[in-house]
């Protein structure tokens, strides 16, 4: 099936939104989706199968740093290299408006999205105890050059 990677629009949100309520344990509320979407500096792309959005993905330049916020792909379509392709895609874009390193957060126990992450390049630099609630589970910081994930 053919992927097609585009800007996430207003008109993508509810489609995200289910997205993220099936993907994430506490996934992100229509408001937040939105509010990212009209955001200085954020960059939300999907990931579209038959014009079914398939994954998403969203990201903040601030100065030369990419953070990387949000990375949600549908039980359905995992481990297809959906979210590699977004990330590949919004490194480029990032790169392409100065971006030099890219950040990130991960759950400490999700070993795919660690797997993921190190297989673009990314290098585990530091852990916050207890960052995601409720329940206090720690979060594994992930730094990576914006070259080496274009190139991944």
Same mark, same amino acid.
């Given at each position: 099936?053919?992927?097609?990677?585009? =800007?996430?629009?207003?008109?993508?949100?509810?489609?995200? %939104? !289910?997205?993220?309520? @099936?993907a994430n344990p506490h996934p992100w509320l229509e408001a937040q989706l939105t509010e990212e979407l009209v955001h200085p500096g954020a960059t939300m792309?999907?990931?579209?199968?038959?014009?079914?959005v398939a994954a998403y993905?969203?990201?903040?330049?601030?100065?030369d740093e990419w953070?990387?916020?949000?990375? =949600?792909?549908?039980?359905?379509?995992?481990?297809?290299? %959906? !979210?590699?392709?977004? @990330?590949?895609?919004?490194a480029r874009a990032a790169l392409d408006q100065g971006a030099r390193v890219a950040h990130l957060e991960v759950r400490a126990h999700n070993q795919?999205?660690?797997?993921?992450?190190?297989?673009?390049?990314?290098?585990?630099?530091g852990v916050r105890r207890g960052y995601y609630a409720p329940n206090a589970e720690d979060a594994v910081l992930m730094t990576a050059s914006v070259l080496d994930v274009v190139g991944a």
């Open positions: 099936m053919t992927v097609v990677v585009r =800007a996430m629009a207003a008109l993508d949100v509810p489609a995200v %939104l !289910a997205l993220e309520q @099936l792309l999907v990931a579209t199968r038959q014009d079914a993905l969203s990201t903040r330049l601030v100065l953070h990387i916020l949000n990375v =949600a792909t549908h039980p359905e379509h995992r481990r297809q290299g %959906l !979210a590699a392709t977004l @990330l590949r895609a919004g795919g999205a660690l797997a993921l992450y190190t297989s673009l390049g990314f290098a585990r630099v």
